[in-house]
Structures are given as structure tokens and as C-alpha cells.
RNA sequence: CGGGGCGUAGCGCAGCGGUAGCGCACUUGGUUUGGGACCAAGGGGCCGUGAGUUCGAAUCUCACCGCCCCGACCA
């Protein structure tokens, strides 16, 4: 393609909606436009880029098993009614009516209307496993989309279903699947880690993130520095850090700590660290009070206090709720003679002494504090955060907490849809038998966006070369020279027909300066320019995005130079 | 939904009671051409929408709408 007849509109400056570095690349390399908050359009160079990635997703799931097809966005009540979706899913399901006021959903998943396919055409265990796969568009009516085409309103995602005969059957295919998804992202060249995860919503028995590693994440992952234990942090557990070293003492004292309520000041004023104190937090789980107490450097986990409670809603109390449970204010809390509320305790307070916890009065505090002793004890279970450098639950070492971006996730689905649709099948012994499921998301968007967020600089994208929008970007530095735009336009034929897939920087009108900028925002891996001043040598430049250096070769080796780089660039994403 | 910010030319911004501005982009002509060229001449605005205050509103007041950020939420 030739930049003068290409639909490529660049932005110097950056547009002030954006926040994120792949937010505002997306904008000012032109892959993209907005349309409204959430929606966006894609312009030409955002969806090559779109298509290469929907084309490795295309390769790898047929390379598994899987097969494609594709399943409309409006969906129909009773679908969702009949797994109960329709009442618990809540705002985030865009719902509209036809002109029948008939109910119709636009979907944000297709375990429904999979499960209602597979089960009017399925009829033996012959037919099994099945693996069926979409890539399409999704809807689901954010709260707060955000971020660009990282969390929209509408994107493209790739959903895929299997059902199988039996659970073993389910947990091969499973493992099918993950490491289908690793050799996607991987081919995407992107940099990632599989984590263990809280299944949600969707429900089933286990789970897997795909997730980007990038500052910018939304998601918190905890990372083995040495073996390759990754959990979200929803969901991760780690061995705390020692207590500090407090040997059982005397009974409790109560010291004053006027208008001191964070554990950071009391222990600032007591000379004592953060992991000597008990925090205690007031959370009402479906209405009723519940107080959890965490050691003091450490953080509630919420999802795992949920999880144990079995609670449809948590959150953390109010001001007023906190005052009524423990009569004290806010930052005076503590367990010593509270009654009447369920405490649940993190297992990292279990075999410490002497804590310091709130008095349940205003500006006192208590220090000496035994649990057993000085309170009954408590429901023991996991309920923190890791934090940076508590041990590896697999081989102990440390544990890093960064961030990720969410592209992939796999569930084992179990029978939960098939049972709730009756998505049956009949047996070799003769008996209907319901067929278990497992569902596997990619979101194509968002993976565009991931990719820039972690293939970035100054100037601007670094596209890996397999899904970079064109391969090499050619440059013409002086196109009024008829020798110089003689050469370059044979160097447009022979790279095109040796392969490449390439844009033409053939404009009159913009300076070499301004071609430069434009390919290093670009970003295409690979830059041939020729100019007026190499030429006098008879010498090309080649450049890669990613390098600092430019190669100067005489023309007759260009082609051969080329595809030595273009080489090198695949390394980066081949498995 | 709670908190905060912003809506003025295509983009980025200034102006904050008295004639609507700047830079970039765009059009025309000319000179240029190796890291976002220069000169000259142009075109382009319901100052988000509506109501109010005022002799007079982009500017003050109120309401609404849109967009962005933090939080809540997130198969």
C-alpha cells in the first residue's frame, strides 16, 4: 500500500481522552477512532492488525480440535431464563426488546445459546468430544468502560465450547485448550503468564488467565521469582513473612493514641512494625456484619472472605455500621470484647504474641493482646492479599505481586449449563448422560491494545512482526529525485513479491523528517529507507523499530538483509 | 451510582462581562526536502444544549447532555 492513497490518519498531538500509552497510540497511529464512550471504529491499520490476531486464534484452535462457527448478538430471554442468568447477571446484560416486545439480550458470553445448539443436534456419545469456537462481536453494558478498547462496551472476542463425554475426558480437552492459548500468545509475541484464578460468575471448578504483564494491568498477579506458580491475587496464597518476634507476655494494657487510627501512626508512636498489630475490618456480607482481622502489613482479601461466607455481596462497613458493631470510631477496632458478630482471622496472625489492636474506644489502643486469652478464638482461613516477598506456595521462594492484563481465560465448565439445559447425549450403557462442558474467551481488542502496551517507546508502537499491520515500512526520502523514487518504487515491487507485506512512505509533499516520525509511530518492525544521501554511496538503510542502529547495505544485498531481520523478528514470536 | 475534572476551528490549547484568538492541520502560489521545513495569501466557529441575570454572556447562575479520571462493579 502507498501512504499517499492510504487511509492512515496520524495525530502528532496526543488527543486528550486518552490516558494510557495503547490508548493514545491507538489513536495517534490512526488504528482507531471513537465513535462514543465504549464503541469504537476501526480503521484500516487497526484492523490488519485485528485480522492477523483473529487468524493465529483461527490456526491454533483448528491445530486443537476445534472448529468454527459463528452465533448472532441478539439472544432470546428464555435462553438466559433457563440457566437463571437473565435475573443474575445484572445491567451488565444489555437487554432490548423487538417489535413484538419480545425480550432479546445482546450477548456478552454464549454458553447459552451453545448449549441450546449442541443440544438439539447432540444425540451420541459418538459424537463427542465437540469443540466449537466463534470469533465475533461481544456486549456488555460497562459500568465504566475505560481505557480505550480495554475495557469497551463492545469488542471482538473468540468464545469457544467443548463438551465431552465424561470429567477426564473434560480435564484433557482442558489442557488441550491451555495450551492452545499459550501458543496463541506467545505467537502474538507477547510476554504472559497463565494464572490461577476465582471462577466467577460463570461458575465451574477451575480456571486460568491469560495475562499480559504490563504496569498499566487492571488485574494484580502474584509471580514465583523462581518456578512458575502465578495466581491472581484474587485468588493466590502465599506463606507470610515471620512474625515479628514478641514472645507471649503479660496481660493487655490499654495506651491512649489521641486521634492516631491507622496502623501506620500507632505504630509509629508505639515504636512498633505493622506486622506486630491486628487490623481489624467490619464487612457486611449479605447484611449481616462480619469482622475479619488481618495482621497489620497485610490486606483483606475480599474475594476469599466472600468465598468463605458463601455470600452473594460483601463490602466493607460504613463509618455508622463500623460505630454500631464496635462502638468506637473508625481506627479502633479490635477483637478484646466484641460480641455478637461472626470474626473470621488470617492465618498469618496464627503463633504471634503481644498484639496491638484497637481498644473499641475512642483514641485507645491495646497492647499485650493474646488471641485465645484475651478473646475466643476466631474462624481461622486464608483471607489476605500476598504482598511482595511472602514465600511460593509450591517450592517457597519469593513471590513478586505485579500486574497484568487480562486477554484470555479458560473454565472447566463442568455440567452446570448442560444440567440446567438438559444438554444431554446417550451413553454406550444405554443412558442419557449429560455432556461436561468448558468455555475458553479470548478478547481479540483488548489483545490489540495489550500488545502496544507492552511494545511501546517515546515515539511510539513496536509491533511484533506477526501482528504488525504491514511488515516492512518503506521509506522514500526524496521522491523528487526521479533516481531516488526509481529505486524505491523497485525495491515497493521486488520486497511485495518476495513476500512482505508493506507500506510505501512514496509522499511528495512530507519531508524525510516527517516519514521518520511517521514510521516510528508507526511502528512496523522493519524500515527500508532510501534517500538521495545513501544512494550517492549506492548504499539502503534498514532499520529495526526495536534497535537503535541503522544497517547500511548496498542495494544488490537489501532483499538478503531484510529477510536476515525479518527472521530475527519472528524469533520473537514463534513457540 | 458516589467523588473529581473537562466541553471554544479537524487536533492541542488560550481568552473568563464589551468586535472570537494562538500553534499545528487544511486550501492556493512559491521556495524547500535526512528527524514533525519556510514565506505569502486564504478557508473554517450556534464558544456542548437550554433557561436565566445583564444595556450587553464564550465569560456570571441554574438545569441538562457529552467526555475523561478515581472508587464501587467487572462472564
Known amino acids: 500500500m502507498r501512504v499517499s492513497k492510504a487511509f492512515i490518519p496520524t495525530v502528532k498531538e496526543t488527543p486528550q481522552e486518552a490516558e494510557i500509552p495503547s490508548h493514545k497510540l491507538m489513536l495517534r497511529a490512526g488504528l482507531m477512532r471513537k465513535v462514543a464512550a465504549g464503541f469504537y471504529e476501526y480503521l484500516p491499520l487497526g484492523q490488519k492488525v485485528i485480522l492477523k490476531i483473529n487468524q493465529i486464534i483461527r490456526e491454533e484452535m483448528e491445530r486443537a480440535g476445534a472448529q468454527e462457527v459463528l452465533m448472532p448478538i441478539m439472544t432470546p430471554a428464555e435462553l438466559w431464563q433457563e440457566t437463571g442468568r437473565w435475573q443474575k447477571y445484572g445491567k451488565e446484560l444489555m437487554r432490548v426488546k423487538d417489535r413484538h416486545e419480545r425480550d432479546y439480550a445482546l450477548g456478552p458470553t454464549h454458553e447459552e445459546v451453545i448449549t441450546d445448539l449442541v443440544r438439539r443436534e447432540l444425540k451420541s456419545y459418538k459424537q463427542l468430544p465437540m469443540n466449537l469456537f466463534q470469533i465475533a462481536t461481544k456486549f456488555r453494558d460497562e459500568v465504566r468502560p475505560r481505557f480505550g478498547v480495554m475495557r469497551s462496551r463492545e469488542f471482538l472476542m473468540k468464545d469457544g465450547y467443548s463438551f465431552d463425554v465424561d470429567d477426564a475426558a473434560?480435564?484433557?480437552?482442558?489442557?488441550?485448550?491451555?495450551?492452545?492459548?499459550?501458543r496463541i500468545f506467545k505467537r502474538c509475541g507477547l510476554n504472559f503468564s497463565p494464572v490461577e484464578a476465582d471462577s466467577g460468575l460463570i461458575g465451574g471448578s477451575f480456571t486460568h488467565e491469560f495475562m499480559v504483564l504490563a504496569d498499566t494491568g487492571e488485574a494484580a498477579v502474584a509471580m514465583c521469582s523462581s518456578c512458575d506458580y502465578a495466581a491472581n491475587l484474587e485468588k493466590a496464597f502465599g506463606n507470610p513473612t515471620p512474625h515479628a518476634t514478641a514472645a507471649a507476655g503479660g496481660p493487655f494494657q490499654e495506651v491512649s493514641t489521641p486521634g492516631k487510627h491507622t496502623v501506620?501512626?500507632?505504630?509509629?508512636?508505639?515504636?512498633?512494625?505493622?506486622?506486630?498489630?491486628?487490623?481489624?475490618?467490619?464487612?457486611?456480607?449479605?447484611?449481616?456484619?462480619?469482622?475479619?482481622?488481618?495482621?497489620?502489613?497485610?490486606?483483606?482479601?475480599?474475594?476469599?472472605?466472600?468465598?468463605?461466607?458463601?455470600?452473594?455481596?460483601?463490602?466493607?462497613?460504613?463509618?455508622?455500621?463500623?460505630?454500631?458493631?464496635?462502638?468506637?470510631?473508625?481506627?479502633?477496632?479490635?477483637?478484646?470484647?466484641?460480641?455478637?458478630?461472626?470474626?473470621?482471622?488470617?492465618?498469618?496472625?496464627?503463633?504471634?504474641?503481644?498484639?496491638v489492636t484497637g481498644g473499641l474506644k475512642k483514641d485507645i489502643h491495646?497492647?499485650?493482646?493474646?488471641?485465645?486469652?484475651?478473646?475466643?478464638?476466631?474462624?481461622?482461613?486464608?483471607?489476605?492479599?500476598?504482598?511482595?516477598?511472602?514465600?511460593?506456595p509450591k517450592c517457597g521462594k519469593e513471590l513478586k505481586v505485579g500486574r497484568g492484563i487480562e486477554v484470555g481465560q479458560t473454565f472447566k465448565l463442568g455440567t452446570k449449563y448442560s444440567q440446567a439445559m438438559k444438554c444431554v447425549y446417550l451413553g454406550e450403557d444405554g443412558k442419557d448422560k449429560e455432556a461436561v462442558m468448558g468455555c475458553y474467551g479470548i478478547g481479540v481488542t483488548?489483545?490489540?491494545?495489550?500488545?502496544?502496551?507492552?511494545h511501546y517507546d517515546a515515539d511510539g508502537i513496536i509491533w511484533p512482526i506477526a501482528t504488525a499491520p504491514y511488515q516492512v515500512h518503506l521509506l522514500c526520502l526524496n521522491p523528487a529525485e526521479p533516481e531516488v523514487a526509481k529505486i524505491a518504487d523497485e525495491f515497493y515491487e521486488k520486497l511485495r513479491q518476495a513476500g512482505y507485506e508493506v507500506l510505501y512512505d512514496d509522499r511528495m509533499e512530507a519531508s524525510a523528517g516527517f516519514k521518520f516520525k511517521d514510521a516510528d509511530l508507526l511502528g512496523f518492525p522493519i524500515s527500508v529507507r532510501v534517500g538521495a544521501r545513501g544512494l550517492k554511496e549506492g548504499l539502503v538503510e534498514i532499520k529495526r523499530r526495536r534497535e537503535k542502529d541503522v544497517a547500511k547495505v548496498v542495494v544488490a544485498d537489501v532483499m538478503n538483509k531484510v529477510k536476515e531481520v525479518a527472521e530475527v523478528e519472528w524469533k520473537f514470536c514463534t513457540p
Open 446 to 454: 483488548r489483545t490489540v491494545a495489550a500488545t502496544i502496551e507492552q
Open 366 to 392: 491495646l497492647t499485650g493482646v493474646e488471641f485465645g486469652r484475651d478473646f475466643a478464638e476466631p474462624e481461622w482461613g486464608d483471607f489476605r492479599n500476598v504482598i511482595n516477598g511472602d514465600g511460593c
Open 264 to 355: 501506620e501512626d500507632v505504630g509509629a508512636l508505639l515504636k512498633l512494625p505493622a506486622s506486630q498489630f491486628i487490623k481489624t475490618l467490619v464487612f457486611i456480607a449479605d447484611g449481616k456484619p462480619v469482622v475479619v482481622l488481618v495482621r497489620g502489613d497485610h490486606d483483606v482479601n475480599e474475594v476469599k472472605v466472600q468465598n468463605h461466607l458463601q455470600a452473594a455481596e460483601i463490602a466493607l462497613a460504613s463509618g455508622e455500621k463500623v460505630y454500631e458493631v464496635t462502638k468506637a470510631p473508625v481506627g479502633f477496632a479490635g477483637p478484646v470484647g466484641l460480641s455478637g458478630v461472626k470474626i473470621l482471622a488470617d492465618k498469618a496472625l496464627q503463633g504471634g504474641h503481644q498484639y
Open 170 to 182: 473434560a480435564d484433557k480437552t482442558y489442557w488441550i485448550m491451555v495450551e492452545a492459548y499459550k
